[in-house]
């Protein structure tokens, strides 16, 4: 067994304080420790050594001995404390549990000196900041983060901060805040806003370079803190950042002050939304004047640390691009949701320029790492990893909003982005845990799979996939296949938890095996996981309509897209028409359609002389035709459904107006597209599928229609509304023998009374 060679004054005070047989004799050895232990070339063993022959329970004593009247209490605490501070800087010793025991001691020293004690005893202040480094040392370990949160310290450290602003105490809770996050405030959640309102106060009237390290350290809190616009609503804390961060951007200053600031905005922004902002400003405009501002900063900052730098340029300031795309992507988002139009036209031209600018930068930070990884294999790590998805991330709210601009050059990149956002997903697929691979397989798992850099991508994708260049580039990368496990898990998991909700929501007086199965549930986060889900599935369905209007070849070939239209028969039936659904029903619906029609056509098309169908092909069209197919049956009736419930004449109005029902208009926007495309396919449909004309006619769908529109006074339908149902109608004279002879009964009429030529005259050439 080896043994550790001590150094010879190490020794010493080793024998001295063995030879002690008293605390007294003790004390006295303790001076000539605090020389000793001071030295810088004193390696962690003879520390380590030295400490145990003190004893911590020594050390305590001395802490909690009272004073006498020889000696002061005051000097027992500084004689501990001095050695104490030395030897918690390893942190073995910091982590202890005689030194975690001694943490309500530090306090109570601390305390009692902010109540009563006298701020120009010198002693007292030095005994009060090394009670303070103990906490420190202490506080940045895991173990010590843990015992001041559960012991209490932090609501205590808190009051100490409100009494005296010592610094000391903000630093001990940015370290604890450090390791454990928002674990921290999980009991004291008035504690940080009560900090806050503190911190903010000196942060908006402070005008020395305190201000720019306050931006770090309120910064560094509120990592540590789960903010919500709710959580601190009653705080006044956020409109005292407001006000300091506009004093700071608004002026000249260097970029070592700019850039705490703008990692504060990001923070502020990205948790508390430009909500935060508009509310919190005396004056609206100037909010949007000040957010332009912070967008521009941003971008120019972006632009600075990317255009025409190497990749060991970059890599140290990711901290201040990955809170300028913070900035960003919120602010696109917010923008996205009809605020645009709050803007003055100066300042959405600034606000165009600046975005246009940092995204031009973006890319060619990705084209950089794209040329590295690709000539060396070993290029990734964790750090150019992170960056790079944050690239993506922020590049993709660009593109969901404004796909126009810098497409040429998005479309070169487009193959490396797909390959970083498909990564993600196959990543979270094999972190998959064996029970959730089990669940999933049987179609009973509640956790998605939604990693953030491909759920962002998704809606640029779609629109890059709308032209017939992104729709063949996606092809060559296989992405269809990987967005089909995408479409089908996230379903199945979107299917679970909505069931889940409805399953909770109906239980009025839940028994206790209710309670067993609903225990840890949050409702609202259950509901905030499906939006997510919906979202995703939206997009997804319309990357493969844009794929199947581009590449019909493919979708011929590629068994693929056959799998893509069973499921879309199978899901179509499980959603409702109600606004939360709709958006997801509309193009479902309308991805269903597009591959039935594909599949369909090439049987009608194989008749009138074009390649002849395998006998595979052959037999599944065939059941297609006739309706024997059960699947395509209940879809054929949920679509006539959808298309159906859209339009209701209004009686109130004089005269008579054909106005969309309450849910379709809610989001009519985000489906009318859908909507359209739906009904013009189930017209063409029927002319193929006698039997989906015959349902038509059966449902009452097309009595309902004529009806409808004959109530409604020609001018009181918009043009193109009446002239897709016009189409439908004369679709529908083709279609099968019962929707046939309900259009010769009444479509007469109605196309008379409208001034419907098309119908009219195809209605006469039946007759003929």
């Known amino acids: 067994m080896s043994t550790v060679k001590l150094d010879p004054g190490v020794q010493k005070c080793i024998g001295a304080l063995e030879l002690a047989k008293s605390d007294t004799e003790k004390m006295a050895a303790l001076f000539l420790v605090t020389k000793i232990v001071k030295a810088p070339n004193l390696n962690r063993e003879n520390r380590l050594a030295l400490f145990n ?68 005893d010198d002693q007292l202040l030095v005994v009060v900041n ?10 940045l370990t895991e173990k010590g983060g843990d015992v001041l949160v559960k012991s209490g310290a932090i609501s205590r450290l808190v009051s100490l901060y409100t009494k005296q602003d010592a610094e000391e105490v903000l630093e001990i809770l940015k370290n604890v805040g450090h390791i454990l996050g928002s674990r921290v405030w999980s009991k004291c959640t008035e504690d940080f806003n009560t ?7 000196h942060f908006e009237a402070e005008q020395s370079e305190q201000k720019f390290e306050l931006c770090g350290i309120m910064a560094g809190l509120m990592s540590s803190y789960n903010m919500t616009p709710d959580g601190v609503e009653n705080s006044f804390w956020p409109q005292s950042v407001l006000k300091g961060l506009v004093d700071i951007l608004s002026s000249k200053i260097m970029e070592k002050q700019r850039n705490p600031a703008l990692k504060l905005a990001s923070m502020m922004l990205t948790t508390l939304g430009v909500d935060w902002m508009i509310k919190n400003s005396e004056e609206g405009p100037k909010a949007y004047q000040f957010l332009v501002l912070l967008v521009n900063l941003s971008c120019i900052e972006v632009r600075m640390s990317l255009e025409d730098r190497t990749l060991d340029k970059i890599l140290p300031k990711e901290d201040i691009i990955g809170s300028c795309y913070g900035i960003i992507e919120t602010t696109i988002t917010f923008l996205a949701g009809h605020h645009f139009e709050f803007l003055e036209d100066k300042q959405k031209e600034q606000l165009y320029t600046s975005l246009k600018g940092g995204s031009s930068a973006i890319i060619g930070f990705l084209n950089l790492l794209h040329k ?5 294999p070993k290029f990734w790590d964790a750090k150019k990893k992170i960056l790079a998805c944050a690239s993506v991330r922020c590049l993709a709210a660009w593109l969901a909003e404004e796909s126009t601009t810098l497409k040429e050059d998005m479309y070169k990149l487009l193959p490396f982005v797909l390959d970083l956002a498909f990564e993600s997903f196959q990543d979270a697929e094999l972190n998959q845990s064996v029970e959730s691979m089990t669940l999933a397989e049987a179609g009973k798992s509640t956790e998605p799979m939604l990693p953030d850099i491909l759920c962002l991508v998704l809606p ?20 269809e296949e990987l967005l089909y496990r995408f479409l089908v898990h996230n379903w199945s998991v979107y299917k679970n938890i909505t069931e889940l909700i409805e399953k ?13 199965s609903c225990e840890d549930l949050n409702i609202e986060e259950l509901g905030l996981t499906a939006t997510k889900l919906r979202s995703a599935l939206v997009h997804t369905c319309n990357l493969f309509i844009n794929l199947t209007v581009h590449n019909p070849e493919t979708v011929s070939s590629n068994s693929m897209f056959q799998q893509i239209m069973r499921w879309a028969f199978t899901t179509l039936p499980n959603l409702t028409n109600s606004e939360s659904e709709l958006v997801l029903l509309s193009n479902v619906a309308g991805l269903g359609l597009l591959l039935l029609l594909h599949v369909t056509k090439k049987s009608s098309d194989a008749a009138a002389g074009a390649p002849k169908l395998s006998p595979e092909e052959e037999f599944q069209c065939s059941r297609l035709i006739s309706g024997q197919d059960n699947g395509v049956f209940r879809f054929g009736q949920s679509v006539v459904r959808f298309v159906w419930d859209a339009h209701l004449p209004d009686e109130s109005q004089s ?38 004309g015959d349902f038509a006619a059966e449902s009452g769908f097309l009595d309902a229609l004529i009806g409808n529109l004959a109530k409604a006074y020609k001018n009181g339908i918009e043009a193109p509304t009446l002239g897709a149902y016009e189409d439908f109608l004369v679709a529908a004279l083709k279609g099968g023998e ?7 009964s009444k479509g007469t009429a109605l196309a008379a009374s409208h001034h419907l030529r098309s119908l009219k005259k195809a209605l006469d050439q039946s007759k003929a």
């Not at 004073?67 to 982590?95: G, H, N, Q």
């Not at 909770?504 to 067993?516: L, S, Y």
């Open 195 to 201: 900090l806050m309102d503190r911190i903010s106060l």
């Open 504 to 516: 909770t929501g109906r239980v009025k007086k839940p028994t206790k095996k209710d309670k067993a």
């Open 738 to 744: 019962k929707s046939t002879n309900i259009m010769k």
């Open 372 to 376: 590295e990884s690709t000539k060396n």
């Open 655 to 692: 005269p008579v107006t054909l106005i969309l029902t309450s849910n379709y208009r809610a989001v009519w926007t985000d489906i009318k597209e859908m909507w359209f495309l739906s009904l013009q396919t189930v017209g063409s449909l029927m002319q193929i599928l006698p039997w989906l």
């Open 460 to 479: 640029a994708l779609c629109h890059l996939t709308a032209a017939e260049q992104g729709a063949d580039i996606l092809l060559k990368t296989k992405g």
């Open 130 to 139: 090394e009670a303070y480094h103990c906490l420190q040392s202490v506080s």
């Open 53 to 120: 022959a003190i004893g911590f329970k020594f050390l305590l004593r001395l802490l909690n001995t009272p004073s006498t009247p020889d000696c002061p209490s005051l000097l027992f605490k500084s004689v501990a404390l001095s050695i104490l501070t030395t030897f918690c800087a390893d942190p073995k010793i910091a982590e202890c549990p005689e030194m975690l025991e001694a943490i309500p001691i530090f306090l109570k020293i601390i305390e009692d000196a902010a109540e009563g004690g006298d701020d120009d």
